[in-house]
């Protein structure tokens, strides 16, 4: 069974009763009390007895069942880039990828097919962490960056998956509950505010394709 998220979708673990079609929680609590969890499509009842849900505001989530192989070769499995966070996923591999593109770094990161699981809010906050400035193209990082952007890449995501992601939108865990990265962001949405360095930087926000990058002009130059 194959589960795509997509943007606003999420699974939930709980309790609920069927009433009139509808899905209507009973438990836990952070899932019957937040809205963003009432958009219940699909539930998968358990052994144990508790129950699976998924929640979804937008309806652009799906589930595919399927045999392995035919999951496997839908392009939402096939197209996508290494897991960063795989142990296997080595510093030469990341090099490999990464500056053989002449992009944006920012765009470069954000490229499901170049590299998996970094959206918007990570790609900020990791070429933050590292120091390099979000329009450098890719094939320009020096091998010493690289590798502090490597570095940070892995410091990011898995800081993210302990707060249990962002949630400044729609995202909930699987008990309902909001991450907590969104109190922790070090440059996302912190337009006009001092850089966390304390470099005499204000960090700025410019567009890059469709998307906005915060970065700081003294400590991220180009
Ligand atoms: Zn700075």
């Not at 899905?23 to 609590?29: L, N, R, S, Y």
């Not at 595919?64 to 142990?87: C, F, H, Q, V």
């Not at 320009?140 to 995501?157: H, M, N, Q, R, V």
Request: with cysteine; charged share 30%.
């Amino acid at each position: 069974m194959l589960v795509h998220q997509t943007m606003t979708g999420h699974l939930l673990v709980g309790k609920w009763n069927i009433i009139d079609g509808k899905a209507i929680a009973i438990e836990p609590k952070s899932i019957a009390s937040d809205p963003y969890n009432r958009f219940v499509h699909v539930i998968f009842y358990l052994s144990d007895g508790d129950m699976l849900a998924l929640s979804d505001a937008r309806k652009f989530a799906k589930i595919i069942l399927g045999k392995k192989k035919d999951l496997e070769s839908l392009p939402e499995l096939k197209e996508l880039g290494p897991e960063p966070l795989d142990k296997n996923f080595k510093f030469s591999d990341f090099k490999k990828t990464i500056s053989s593109k002449t992009g944006k770094i920012k765009q470069v990161l954000m490229d499901q097919k170049v590299i998996s699981g970094i959206g918007n809010i990570y790609s900020d906050d990791i070429l933050w962490l590292a120091r390099i400035n979000p329009f450098m193209p890719a094939n320009k990082i020096s091998d010493g960056k690289l590798k502090g952007l490597f570095k940070a890449t892995l410091t990011i995501l898995k800081k993210a998956i302990k707060l249990r992601g962002s949630s400044i939108s729609d995202f909930r865990d699987t008990a309902g509950k909001k991450g907590g990265y969104g109190k922790a962001m070090l440059v996302y949405r912190r337009e006009g505010e001092k850089c966390l360095r304390n470099d005499g930087g204000i960090i700025v926000r410019k567009k890059i394709g469709g998307r906005s990058a915060h970065f700081c002009p003294v400590c991220q130059k180009l």
